[in-house]
């Protein structure tokens, strides 16, 4: 149990289909962190929310891209038109504030064939 | 984006055997952390170290951070196979965000 929730684990979807993830926190943390990792490389930050406000998003998170996080508990990434190069690992990290450190979530892994 | 690289990018030792690796990274930092992660699984913290530390020890790790070569190391004394992994460093600077490294993917044999 990391204190993060993150569903599914394992998705395959078509490609031109969309997809939605969940992360769900067991314990309060004012920021959630979406983070996006190819195989072999490290996380790369999508986007981060303070409680239900969406601070800061990447130029990595394209307009197919929209993330949630209602009430400012749990978040959903949704990804619309999937297309191959969205093929990664989802990672939804929880902290007081990224000085302190982060607790990652166990990650959903995208497939899109 | 990535912050930086992490050197070497793969190493496999013995169990027993102190491995090392390194990271660079490129702008000024806060503080910086290392992270640890199982095949297909979310990262776990390690250890952090603060831009006015030198060197920081928990259990078997000894981080050391250089700020004026924008240099950090983390060594594992004492190698078990069980730390077979891939390690990450991050650095949080003015931005509410981590900046993650490469990673070196450590393979630790019986």
């Known amino acids: 149990d990391t204190g993060v929730s993150q569903n599914p684990r394992h998705k395959i979807t078509k490609r031109g289909q969309n997809v939605t993830f969940r992360c769900d926190p067991i314990s309060e943390h004012n920021r959630l962190y979406w983070y996006r990792q190819t195989l072999g490389q490290g996380p790369e930050f999508l986007t981060y929310f303070q409680n239900e406000a969406q601070l800061e998003k990447s130029r990595l998170l394209s307009d197919r891209f929209s993330a949630e996080r209602p009430k400012g508990s749990f978040s959903t990434l949704e990804i619309q038109r999937t297309e191959q190069g969205d093929s990664a690992m989802y990672l939804c990290a929880l902290a007081l504030s990224a000085i302190y450190g982060y607790t990652f979530g166990s990650g959903t892994r995208l497939t899109v064939v | 984006s990535q912050q930086g690289e992490e050197d070497p990018q793969a190493l496999s030792i013995q169990e027993g055997e102190n491995a090392t690796m390194n990271c660079s990274y490129k702008?000024?930092?806060?503080?910086l952390q290392w992270y640890r992660q199982n095949s297909g699984r979310g990262l776990v913290h390690l250890i952090l170290?603060?831009?006015?530390?030198r060197e920081k020890h928990s259990g078997r790790l000894r981080v050391t951070l250089d700020t004026s070569k924008k240099s950090s190391s983390l060594l594992i004394t004492a190698s078990r196979a069980a730390d077979t992994a891939s390690y990450f460093c991050?650095?949080?600077?003015?931005?509410?965000?981590?900046?993650f490294g490469t990673g070196t993917r450590l393979q630790v044999f019986p």
């Open positions: 702008t000024s930092i806060n503080n």
């Open positions: 991050a650095t949080a600077g003015v931005a509410d965000k981590l900046i």
């Open positions: 170290i603060r831009s006015n530390e």
